[in-house]
């Protein structure tokens, strides 16, 4: 049970830094990303502000750095 539950956290934990990478690394301005960004979460119900996505794109690009 605590070897599928691992494997299942590995897998989305990967998912997640995938698609943040991507993000990070598609072709188009990093203003218009962040903005981007902050429309999709306000329509899911999450309040963030530009600072906050600064700090989520600041944590992606540490892991992807270690």
Known sequence: M???LGIISAFL???IVG??????????KGE???K???DLLRKRGIICTESD???LVE???QSLDD
């Open 59 to 61: 944590q992606l690009t």
């Open 13 to 15: 934990g990967g998912a």
């Open 36 to 38: 981007r960004i902050c």
């Open 2 to 4: 605590n070897n599928s």
């Open 19 to 28: 698609a943040g990478a991507a993000l990070l690394f598609a072709p188009e």
């Open 53 to 55: 996505v600064d700090a």
């Open 32 to 34: 218009d990303l962040r």
